[in-house]
């Protein structure tokens, strides 16, 4: 009989992307996908180290799974991802939790069956957190959709932004082939995929790495041809390194979608230059300017730091007018928390977290107000959506996403999931739309 394994991401997209890959290979070798953890054979939590939040969850379910090894000996839990990847949170998480079969890194992902059968030989804990940038290509993905597709171009970061562990425990940046990518963009076309999302943490960075001289610009431009596909998303983009031939492919390819993800973090440039962000307010609000005029109707998201170590009231101020003056879409805010070998982990932080969950309530005010407002302009207007299956709170109501990224929940007497539809707004919500189908 197969065994079964259960499989926990959190985290971010690359992570989900990840977790595909895990999927298939675990499925290469004979495992099937299980209900739940109590029915598996193998339980693997693949973790995330950005914030503390998914951290802690980490400690929370191993606690949890403790008691299922304690009445099936044969089951095998392992920890992969970015928390592992880290020498501190390795130790930490084989000293706590001797339960533990298996930690694994996020560069160990080619050797994962070796590291899986060696784990189920031996008695101690297996580790594998080496900073071996073993290549990824060729390795099947388990995809979780049937219509739309995580693609990643490039892996790792040079940026090393002080407040983050990314370039720490995903490596430098390494592109993919563009070949390489063409031909799987090709392929999940050819299967009936509409929508592709290109990943990596600085997708504008694409090809620096890479012999040619081939930019994201081009990549977008060479998929944007292939025939079958229907929607190119892409993030995230790093705002210094977003280039006008960037703007005009996404304003020209008709595949390529007008949504630009566009971290701000702060709108103070003394916060921005501690954050080592590389850019300053005006830049930024500058090239937004750009790309708004440039491109008709795009979307343009954001996400903000609350609370970084020496923010001052004026810094905040600056946050706040500038989410006033730039007018995302939505913008994903959160209070600053320090992660362990960054720069800023060392950085003196006299403001009270209760002044930071109110900073981050007045905030959320302005840009709560902002999005409705955007949402508003879209009423009555009737918009492309990609139908995504039923909405997550009311299973009578369908979803779908817009070019732009904008959820908008409609009914149809027919499931549409998978198609993509023109549907006229009539109702805009703060955090997404009401619509009806039009024939
Ligand atoms: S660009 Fe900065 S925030 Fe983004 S992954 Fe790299 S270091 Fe982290």
Redesign the pocket.
């Known amino acids: 009989m197969n065994k079964k394994y259960y499989l926990i991401t959190l985290g971010c997209q690359m992570n989900e992307h990840d977790s595909e890959v895990i999927s298939a290979i675990l499925e290469n070798m004979g495992y099937l996908a299980a209900m739940g953890p109590e029915e598996a054979d193998l339980i693997i939590i693949n973790t995330c180290a950005v914030r503390k939040k998914p951290e802690d969850k980490v400690a929370s379910l191993l606690g949890k799974f403790a008691a299922l090894k304690n009445n099936n000996s044969g089951l095998m839990i392992a920890v992969g991802g970015c928390m592992s990847q880290q020498v501190d949170a390795a130790k930490y998480l084989k000293e706590r939790f001797h339960h533990l079969d298996l930690i694994f890194g996020t560069h160990a992902l080619p050797r994962l069956p070796e590291l899986i059968r060696r784990a189920a030989d031996k008695k101690e804990t297996v580790i594998d957190i080496k900073e071996d940038y073993s290549d990824r290509e060729g390795l099947s993905v388990a995809h979780s959709g049937s219509f739309k597709a995580w693609l990643p171009i490039i892996y790792g970061?040079n940026?090393?932004?002080s407040y983050?562990v990314?370039?720490y425990v995903r490596g430098r940046e390494r592109s993919r082939s563009m070949t390489d990518i063409l031909v799987e963009a090709r392929e999940l076309a050819d299967h009936g995929f509409l929508e592709i999302t290109l990943l990596g943490?600085?997708v504008n960075s694409y090809g620096q790495d890479l012999p040619g001289n081939e930019t994201f610009a081009d990549l977008l431009a060479e998929l944007n041809r292939i025939k079958g596909l229907e929607r190119v998303r892409f993030m995230t983009s790093?705002p210094k390194d977003l280039s006008n031939q960037l703007i005009d492919i996404v304003r020209t390819g008709e595949k390529i979608c007008e949504h630009f993800h566009l971290p701000v973090q702060s709108g103070s440039n003394r916060i921005l230059e501690m954050m080592n962000r590389r850019y300053t307010r005006e830049y930024y609000l500058n090239l937004v300017g750009k790309i708004k005029t440039a491109i008709e109707g795009v979307s343009i998201t954001s996400d903000i730091i609350i609370g970084f170590p020496g923010e001052e009231e004026d810094d905040f101020l600056a946050t706040a007018d500038l989410v006033k003056k730039a007018r995302f879409e939505n913008a994903f805010s959160f209070i600053y928390a320090p992660r362990k070998k960054t720069a800023a982990a060392a950085f003196q932080d006299n403001t009270t977290y209760r002044e930071k969950e109110l900073r981050l309530q007045r905030l959320n005010e302005i840009q709560h107000q902002v999005s409705k407002e955007l949402n508003s302009l879209l009423t009555d207007q009737t918009v492309e959506l990609l139908a995504e299956g039923p909405s997550k709170n009311d299973p009578e109501v369908q979803a779908g996403r817009t070019r732009t990224n904008k959820l908008v929940h409609f009914r149809s007497p027919t499931d549409q999931t998978g198609k993509l539809i023109k549907v006229k707004i009539t109702e805009a919500r703060t955090w997404n739309l009401v619509g009806e189908p039009v024939s």
């Open positions: 970061c940026n090393y932004c983050c990314v370039p943490q600085n790093h």
